[in-house]
């Protein structure tokens, strides 16, 4: 069994370099979450609560939701895990598609499950191709939406449709690791549908909210489910800090919504910018961007000359998109650099 592969962000220069290849946050946390933190450093000598009782209550009321249904994690990495142990043997399958998230795979090796992926159409989801490669055997249906590495969203219609289609004993597993980033008045939630008890939602403290370093992850889980996967979890996972930082996070809506408008207006400007070089980038619903350089050999030369001026982005060929790059979107002046160094790189090899 491989290792779960994590990006190499060491720049081929020997400035600092600008991380733009995992997704992370452009700005640190804020005051608000900095100062819950440094409070709760005084009780660092007392194990967390493993209840996360004061994270669950705050999370549903943002989002108007049962607190007894929501389970906490170090990172939503630790509850896809619980979730594949709990539920996949050998004798089953997995469902998931074709640029899905990579870790699942990882998952699927560690249980011992057999993998099946459904074809993605224009870097999009498409629900047909997943209804059509379900087998007798599957049990689990992984959808990440909106997608990564595409950045591309599944209306909800076809998230319910998809849900009708698979049998009841068939879990749905829906990742919303990048969900907030969406315009809220194109993108309803779909917490409904884990009230039919087939249906998992999971989202993280690690995007939006700035809190990658200090992993934790919430989902939405039907009540047997929930009983279920606590049994396979380590009920410390989630420290003090981490709790905190996240409640007081979640606590400040204001700071997401301005975070949202303040990616979109960078993704937009990056986007535009790499479009006029010819450049085909993925509509984006998230923090990133896909740009396609049309071949294996362009895109790991704009990597490599990227990284020559310290901008270490993603490649992806192990999603199978080697020609494609992934460019997390950062600070105003780290876009403009961005757009910048591509076009000296396009400059130099003729356009």
């Known amino acids: 069994m491989a290792p779960y592969a994590l990006p190499d962000i060491t720049s081929g220069s020997d400035q600092e370099p600008i991380v733009l290849a995992q997704n992370e946050h452009a700005w640190p946390p804020s005051a608000r979450v900095q100062q819950a933190v440094t409070d709760a450093l005084s009780r660092g000598q007392l194990y967390p609560d493993s209840d996360w009782t004061e994270l669950r209550a705050a999370i549903a009321g943002v989002h108007r939701l049962d607190a007894a249904s929501i389970v906490c994690g170090c990172g939503s990495m630790e509850l896809m895990s619980a979730l594949m142990l709990a539920y996949l043997s050998p ?13 699942m795979r990882t998952l699927a090796k560690l249980v011992g499950a057999r993998l099946d992926t459904a074809a993605e159409r224009d870097y999009h989801v498409d629900v047909d191709s997943l209804i059509a490669a379900l087998q007798p055997d599957t049990r689990l249906v992984f959808v990440v939406n909106p997608g990564n590495p595409c950045g591309s969203l599944l209306h909800n219609d076809e998230i319910r449709r998809l849900r009708d289609a698979l049998p009841r004993d068939v879990l749905l597993l829906v990742d919303e690791a990048y969900a907030e980033f969406v315009d809220p008045a194109f993108h ?24 990658a370093g200090l992993r934790v992850g919430w989902g939405y889980f039907p009540g047997d ?26 606590l400040d809506q204001s700071g997401a919504d301005e975070a949202r408008r303040l990616i979109a207006e960078q993704r937009d400007f990056l986007t535009a910018e790499i479009t006029r070089l010819g450049l085909p980038v993925v509509p984006s619903q998230t923090n990133f961007v896909l740009v396609d350089f049309g071949s ?10 990227l990284r020559a001026h310290r901008l270490v982005v993603r490649p992806m060929a192990g999603y199978g998109l080697p020609a494609c790059l992934r460019i997390t979107i950062g600070t105003p002046e780290q876009m403009r650099l961005t757009a910048q160094t591509l076009g000296a790189w396009h400059a130099q090899i003729g356009g």
């Open 188 to 211: 309803e939630p779909l917490f409904d549908l884990v009230e039919h008890g087939n249906t998992v939602i999971t989202r993280t403290f690690s995007k939006i909210y700035g809190l």
């Open 225 to 250: 489910i929930r009983d279920q996967i606590r049994k396979v979890q380590n009920p410390g996972s989630v420290s003090t800090l981490s709790q905190v930082a996240a409640r007081a996070a979640m």
């Open 296 to 305: 294996p050999e362009s895109a790991v030369s704009a990597f490599e000359f």
């Open 91 to 103: 004798a089953d399958r997995l469902l998931m598609t074709e640029y899905g998230y990579l870790f």
